[in-house]
Each structure stands twice: as C-alpha cells, then as structure tokens.
C-alpha cells in the first residue's frame, strides 16, 4: 500500500513561511491516479482540510488558507509539498499528508485511504 512520509514541521513565530513535503512510495498503479492532500488536526478537534492537488495540479484549499498556503506536488520525485506563509497561531496542528485513488481534487478526509504519520506545526505570538 502507499507509504507517506511528512516532513518540515516545527515551532515557528507568527508570520514565519516553513514549507512541509511528503515523500510518497509504493503506490498502487501510476502516481498520477491520486490526488495528493494536506490536512490537519489541532488539538480536541476534528481532522480538517487545507489543500488538495489532482493530477492535473488543479488545486483547492480550505477558505482559511487560501492566498497563505501552497500546495505543489512533484511526479519524478513522488512528493508533496505545502509552502506556509503568514502563519497565525490558529494555524498550530499537527499536519498529515494523505493520497486517494481520484482524478479529481477532493479535501474531504473521509475518502482518503493513505495517510502519513503527521507532523506538527506550533505557530507562537
């Protein structure tokens, strides 16, 4: 099965721009069968959406990151990427990067079938 492995999160200052990747290996037929997203949890709440990338690098985001952060990802290299900018202290969580068999971008964490381990962003004042 797909394997995921996120990388890059740390404790950051408010405003800071850390970038995230997510090494993928092992998939299932051809790379470019999944759509590729972030998400996130923060502490006693639900798991969220931030950003999604079909094959195509058609892109959608979560409203409260959009214009902040950037989702890319890299075929020949199988990996994902997350560049933050502007980050606010309501941006702490831990992030995951997760793949689904789609031909189309999706940010909703129930269809996802591969997840990574996380990585945890702390955003301070």
């Known amino acids: 099965s797909v394997e995921l492995v996120e990388s890059g999160g740390g404790s950051v200052q408010a405003g800071g721009s850390p970038g995230l990747s997510c090494e993928a290996s092992?998939?299932?037929?051809?790379?470019?069968?999944?759509?590729m997203a972030w998400f996130r949890q923060a502490p006693g709440k639900e798991r969220e959406g931030v950003a999604s990338i079909d094959r195509e690098h058609k892109t959608i985001y979560a409203p409260s990151v959009k214009g902040r952060f950037t989702i890319a990802r890299d075929g020949a290299k199988d990996t994902l990427y997350l560049q933050m900018t502007s980050l606010k202290p309501e941006d702490t969580a831990m992030y995951y990067c997760?793949?689904?068999?789609?031909?189309?971008?999706?940010?909703?964490?129930?269809?996802?079938?591969?997840w990574g381990q996380g990585t945890q962003v702390t955003v301070s004042s």
């Open positions: 092992k998939f299932v037929g051809p790379s470019t069968s999944y759509c």
């Open positions: 997760a793949a689904v068999q789609s031909p189309v971008a999706i940010l909703d964490p129930t269809w996802f079938s591969y």
